[in-house]
């Protein structure tokens, strides 16, 4: 088929040209690089210093890794640490939410909590976990109490931050239609404040995820962190750091699921469905 002279084709499954294939992908391929420069950076490091106490060799790490997603032990006490986050999170979600509409939509609320939740939240969460284990002895439930503590606050502010973020004419149109505070909470402060919403979330589950895993080390026997500690105290550092770069890696995928939800919640936020990182 032709058109003024010059062919269109009518492949549908035309393949990408190489630099189109670089354009769409050069994020993965930059990690990739820089990933390996670090892999070649800690293999000759670690021949170097020849101490696999303070840096185990690559490959004895590498093996600890891929080995470990196999193991029912581990595997098991990382379930049971997700489970903890899961459920702290959303004790923060259902506390949080509600609390940071209210502060950003009435004045009087954002004056009565300001100022105890600015001062609440700048103890550090380490601080907590004597008292929660007072409170609720060993196990799940100071865990869970830190996982809600650390999450609650993101999901707080960047609500707050979503309500102020939305225009005051919209409130204005809304009332002069005759809406009512529901219709007005319901149709623009929770539609305009979900953006902001979805990012408290993915910032509340990071930092969630890394409170259970410091909480783990002192305020229970089970449990994802507390494998670290026995992994230290045996020294076993290649069990260590394996179990680390999981840490980090079951992160990056929750906060990459929580990505996809916020696609799926505001895609009209994206151009061309890309979401950024």
Not at 26 to 43: E, N, Q
Not at 51 to 73: C, G, H, I, S
Not at 81 to 94: N, Q
Not at 241 to 259: E, P, R
Request: charged share 15%; glycine share 8%; with cysteine.
């Amino acid at each position: 088929m032709e058109r003024n002279g010059s062919a269109i084709s009518t492949d549908r499954t035309a393949k990408l040209a190489p630099g189109d294939v670089f354009e769409k992908y050069r994020g993965t391929f930059y990690t990739i690089i820089v990933v390996t420069i670090l892999i070649i950076a800690w293999y000759f490091a670690a021949n170097r210093i020849q101490n696999t106490l303070l840096l185990p060799y690559f490959q004895e790490t590498a093996w600890r890794f891929f080995t470990a997603w196999f193991d029912y032990r581990i595997m098991s006490n990382l379930a049971l640490t997700l489970r903890r986050v899961f459920t702290g999170f959303l004790y923060a979600f259902i506390i949080g939410i509600p609390l940071g509409l209210l502060m950003g939509y009435s004045q009087t609320a954002m004056q009565a909590f300001s100022p105890i939740i600015n001062s609440v939240r700048q103890v550090p969460i380490m601080a907590w976990v004597p008292l929660s284990i007072i409170w609720f002895g060993l196990g799940d439930g100071p865990t869970v109490f830190l996982i809600a503590v650390s999450a609650v606050f993101p999901l707080v502010i960047n609500t707050i931050a979503g309500v102020h973020g939305i225009d005051p004419n919209y409130y204005n149109a809304a009332r002069s239609m005759g809406a009512t505070l529901p219709d007005i909470i319901r149709d623009i402060v929770v539609p305009g404040s979900l953006p902001s919403i979805l990012t408290g979330c993915r910032l509340a589950m990071g930092f969630g995820w890394m409170s259970v895993i410091c909480a783990e080390f002192i305020a229970t026997s089970a449990g994802f962190g507390f494998l670290m500690v026995e992994a230290q105290v045996r020294l076993e550092t290649a069990e260590l750091y394996a179990l680390m770069i999981m840490s980090g890696l079951v992160g990056f995928i929750i906060d990459k699921g929580f990505l996809i939800v916020e696609k799926k919640l505001t895609s009209w936020r994206y151009k061309d469905g890309i979401v950024g990182s």
